[in-house]
C-alpha cells in the first residue's frame, strides 16, 4: 500500500514541477516603457512588492509603503518618489502622468526591462502595469 501511495504521489509531482519549470523559463515581457495605472484610494495601510528585470541584469524588487486613506494620486507620487529612490537616473526616468499614472521609461542605451506587481497589501487600490 505505502508502494502505491509514494507512486501516486511521484505521478502526482513530475507534472507539477514540469509546469512550474516551463513557466519560470518563459520569455520576459520586455519595454522600454511601463505605465502604472493606480485606481482608488487605499483603504488599509500596505506595501506595494514590484519587480523590475532588466534584460540581461540582475532583477530588483521595489517595496512601497502606502498609507490608509492616500488617494490615487498621492500613490502615484509615492511610486514615483521611491522608484527614483530605487533606480539609477542615468537608467531609468521616472515621472507622474495624468496624477494618477506613473511612467517608467529607459534613458539613453539602458536595456529593455520587465515589470511586475509581485504583491500588494494595499486594500482597495488596484495597480494595472501597461506595456508601452
Known amino acids: ?60 524588487e521595489v517595496a512601497v509603503a502606502i498609507k490608509r486613506g492616500r488617494g490615487e494620486n498621492g500613490i502615484a507620487k509615492d511610486i514615483r518618489d521611491r522608484f527614483r529612490q530605487a533606480l539609477d537616473a542615468r537608467a531609468f526616468h521616472v515621472e507622474v502622468e495624468d496624477g494618477e499614472d506613473v511612467l517608467v521609461q529607459t534613458r539613453g542605451k539602458a536595456p529593455r526591462f520587465e515589470l511586475r506587481l509581485l504583491e500588494s497589501t494595499v486594500g482597495s487600490t488596484r495597480v494595472d502595469l501597461v506595456k508601452e
Not at 502526482?12 to 519595454?31: E, G, I, K, R
Request: proline content about 8%.
Open 1 to 60: 500500500m505505502r508502494l502505491l501511495h509514494r507512486l501516486l504521489l511521484s505521478l502526482w509531482l513530475v507534472p507539477a514541477s514540469v509546469a512550474a519549470t516551463a513557466q519560470d523559463a518563459a520569455p520576459p515581457d520586455l519595454s522600454n516603457q511601463w505605465r502604472i495605472q493606480v485606481s482608488e484610494s487605499a483603504t488599509s495601510d500596505g506595501e506595494l512588492h514590484f519587480l523590475i528585470s532588466p534584460e540581461g541584469g540582475m532583477p530588483l
